[in-house]
């Protein structure tokens, strides 16, 4: 099984719908990540959350929010979906000293 | 904020040649520079990483060097193979990743038969 899942793996939506993104982690890691990819922009980090309790914005925050429900999930929220949210979302894990970051294998969405 | 500057956008090399990436940096103080590799349909996976206290770091056919000075690092793949095809990524951290990672644009490499 997958260390690091996420849930959809597609979406389509419509603007203006609330959407959530799920990631679920089996490494016992303590740190989380949220990251999105555009075509030929890289990836950039949206929030990323230390533990339960420590939740921090990333570069582009606006019009997400996350939530930590426990040591292994870290869901990303997009209250108001519009067009230009469309893109490739990774979540990712990192244990405590480590630096490598797991990646999990990504949620396409589309809002129409 | 970081900034993470990285060429060519697309390589294509023949089998069996070497491939180069390069990258700079903008934040004097950004002391972890990882390399990841993006296959289709997956999420990116760390290859090799390399700390500011480091100038090169080796495994099998991949290296990377780091100039400080000139805030640039490099990635160098030798004798290309067809899997070697994919996407990469260059990153930098002034903590480690902790805090998470400023990602360059990408380089697409091909491997030409």
């Known amino acids: 099984d997958a260390d690091v899942t996420q849930t959809p793996r597609n979406r389509i939506t419509k603007t203006g719908k609330r959407i959530m993104l799920e990631c679920s982690q089996t490494?016992?890691?303590?740190?989380m990540y949220w990251y999105r990819q555009d075509p030929g922009l890289g990836l950039r980090l949206i929030y990323y959350?230390?533990?339960?309790?420590?939740?921090n914005k990333g570069e582009i925050s606006d019009g997400y929010s996350v939530s930590r429900q426990a040591q292994a999930k870290f869901s990303l929220s997009l209250e108001s979906a519009i067009p230009n949210q469309t893109a490739l979302y990774f979540c990712?894990?990192?244990?405590?000293?480590?630096?490598?970051?797991?990646f999990g294998p990504g949620t396409r969405l589309t809002v129409l | 904020g970081e900034n993470v500057e990285q060429h060519p956008s697309t390589l294509s090399v023949q089998e069996g040649d070497s491939a180069v990436i390069k990258c700079t940096y903008s934040?004097?103080?950004?002391?972890?520079f990882p390399w990841y590799k993006q296959e289709l349909g997956k999420g990116p996976q760390l290859i090799i990483d390399?700390?500011?206290?480091?100038g090169e770091k080796k495994d099998q056919r991949i290296a990377v060097t780091l100039n400080k000075t000139a805030k640039h690092f490099s990635l160098h793949i030798t004798e290309t193979q067809p899997e070697d095809s994919a996407v990469y990524f260059c990153?930098?951290?002034?903590?480690?990743?902790?805090?998470?990672?400023?990602f360059g644009k990408g380089t697409h490499l091909i491997i030409q038969p």
């Open positions: 490494k016992g890691h303590d740190r």
């Open positions: 934040d004097s103080a950004s002391n972890y």
């Open positions: 959350s230390f533990d339960v309790k420590d939740i």
């Open positions: 390399i700390r500011s206290n480091v």
């Open positions: 990712a894990t990192s244990g405590p000293g480590a630096n490598e970051q797991f």
């Open positions: 990153a930098a951290s002034n903590g480690g990743g902790a805090d998470g990672l400023t």
